[in-house]
């Protein structure tokens, strides 16, 4: 008995000297911050300018007949025990008269189980078709095929299960695909890795990204908004990296939507086993007749908002494991006094971070970017918001909107701090627009201020730094101290948590082999240093605060 005892300890100090070897081997933590920035030159031999996949690609047409379902995904809901099934049947239309489908004319069916057969659970959902209209003469108008999002109930958690969706009464269903449930809800279950990607679009960068993430086998993806840039094109088809440059001329911003449907049926292999959870871009405002605006991402995806307590689709929450994931909305009202801050605040307070010790939030326009690109854009929402964030310690924050790779050191207010987030920007997914290259602390680089604020939310809250090596001026004349690493690369990251305290982010140049790593760190939490604090620390941005947009503009 002595000596079986003796071999079980020896085999669990094994275990655990290998664990921490893991975890504190030759991989940087956040226990090292700060770290001095860094910035890796551009490979002027890798192509920064993507080029769109053609309709005539064989992974984006259509490859079903009649009202079998195609562009099939799962996204999850806000609790390991729920998950939805999304698909689309029938043709879409295009052209100056469309006449939308019936949506009641085919069912919302999904037979489930843990079995391939039988499956022996049924749900049903809703359905809906949506237009994309425009009220000028020569424009294509759009409608939809028929969307179908049916909700999933009572599942278990780290369970696979199969499924077929469609209408059985016409004998249109799918074939058979199959999901992983998330963990349950604890400070020791994890997904093993959620894949991070932002800006992706459709081309052939952006198939290099899916490919690279495909080989790192998610359990769950997080896209940080900027999908399938449909808003590229004009009705007729024509696109441009540049709407603004070549389309300067059109009386509305055009749309081709078709590039939406094509966008579905490229992701559907991945994403019909790996839930996919969507953030809202400014690509996806797409404006048409009677100033409707983010009408077809509203409509293709499902969102667990009401689940979460949200009123709208462009905020919502949910668990993954011991993670608790809060996704904002960076283009709809975020005042204090709207409706969207009043819900992260009553959100942020219902976490339980002895059951989900992790807190990532996500939305689209980074607040802490060195890239000229969209620099201080966002502004107003960091004035908004920032305090809550710090004041609840989120541990990390993804976003997108800047084509290039930035990871920043724990911060707060523009100024190294243990306590705040590290923020990450990943808008690197591969799309046509330019890849981002000038940083603002580049020479004759800093943007004029009045031109930063962003487009759709307007109002001016960037103003010049009043301490620090920047003070007295609108940018930095070096890499800022918070800014950790940058890189003007397309790729992908990983999210790996390990335990309530340790979770390592890789980042995966497209350019590189699969076995390789652009950027890796363990980001550590230390609770007991950073506590939840019970009131907001006021800064001297909240000054600024009636300068925040209340609506979002429709300009």
């Not at 949506?130 to 109930?153: A, D, K, M, W």
């Not at 800064?539 to 925040?548: E, I, K, M, S």
Request: net charge negative; glycine share 6%.
């Amino acid at each position: 008995m002595g000596l079986r005892f003796g071999k079980v300890a020896a085999a669990v100090l094994i275990f655990a000297t290998l664990n921490l070897f893991q975890i504190h081997g030759e991989i940087p933590t956040t226990l090292d911050e700060p770290f001095d920035p860094v910035t890796v030159p551009l490979d002027k031999s890798f192509r920064g300018n993507a080029i769109d996949l053609p309709d005539s690609d064989p992974r984006v047409k259509r490859s079903v007949l009649g009202f079998h379902p195609e562009q099939i995904s799962v996204s999850l809901s806000s609790t390991f025990d729920s998950v939805w099934i999304s698909w689309i049947t029938g043709e879409f239309q295009i052209g100056e008269n469309v006449k939308p489908l019936n949506p009641k004319t085919v069912a919302s069916v999904v037979h489930y189980g843990k079995l391939r057969f039988p499956m022996t659970h049924k749900a049903n959902g809703e359905s809906l078709v949506y237009s994309q209209l425009y009220p000028f003469e020569g424009l294509q108008n759009y409608t939809s095929g028929i969307i179908h999002h049916v909700r999933l109930t009572g599942l278990e958690p780290s369970t696979l299960y199969y499924y077929r969706c469609g209408d059985p009464s016409i004998q249109a269903m799918s074939d058979i695909y199959y999901f992983k449930t998330m963990p349950i809800s604890s400070p020791k279950s994890y997904p093993s890795r959620i894949a991070v990607i932002g800006d992706l679009g459709l081309t052939f960068n952006s198939s290099s990204t899916i490919e690279h993430l495909r080989r790192n086998k998610p359990d769950l993806i997080l896209l940080v908004g900027d999908v399938c840039y449909a808003n590229l094109y004009l009705t007729n088809g024509t696109g441009s990296d540049c709407y603004s440059c070549s389309f300067s001329d059109t009386p509305i911003h055009e749309t081709f939507q078709p590039r939406w449907d094509y966008w579905g049926r490229f992701m559907q292999p991945l994403v019909s086993k790996v839930p996919i959870m969507m953030v809202q871009g400014n690509h996806e405002l797409e404006e048409q007749a009677e100033n409707k605006t983010f009408v077809s991402y509203s409509s293709r995806f499902a969102f667990p908002s009401k689940e979460s307590g949200s009123s709208s689709k462009f905020y919502y929450s949910f668990n993954a494991g011991g993670i608790h994931f809060i996704v904002l909305g960076g283009y709809v009202a975020y005042n204090r006094s709207d409706d969207q801050y009043k819900w992260l605040e009553k959100d942020l307070a219902n976490v339980d971070r002895e059951v989900t010790p992790w807190l990532v939030a996500t939305w689209h326009p980074p607040w802490y970017t060195t890239y000229q690109a969209h620099y201080r854009e966002s502004e107003c929402m960091k004035v908004a918001m920032e305090d809550l964030l710090y004041q609840y310690r989120v541990d990390i924050v993804f976003n997108g909107h800047v084509h290039a790779y930035e990871r920043s050191n724990r911060v707060y207010n523009y100024n190294i701090d243990p306590c705040g987030p590290i923020y990450i920007s990943i808008g690197d997914g591969g799309n046509r627009e330019k890849m981002a290259i000038s940083h603002a602390d580049d020479p004759d680089s800093c943007p004029e201020p009045s031109t930063t604020p962003d487009a759709i939310m307007g109002g001016f809250c960037a103003f010049n730094f009043t301490a620090g090596p920047a003070s007295g001026q609108f940018c930095w004349d070096q890499q800022p101290d918070y800014s950790a690493y940058r890189e003007s690369s397309f790729g992908h990251g990983i999210l790996e948590v390990k335990n309530e305290t340790h979770a390592l982010w890789t980042w995966h140049r497209n350019q590189d082999m699969y076995n390789r790593i652009g950027d890796q760190i363990y980001v550590v939490r230390q609770p007991e240093r950073c506590p939840v604090q019970s009131e907001v620390i006021e800064f001297w941005g909240a000054q600024n605060l009636q300068n925040v947009p209340s609506s979002v503009s429709s300009d």
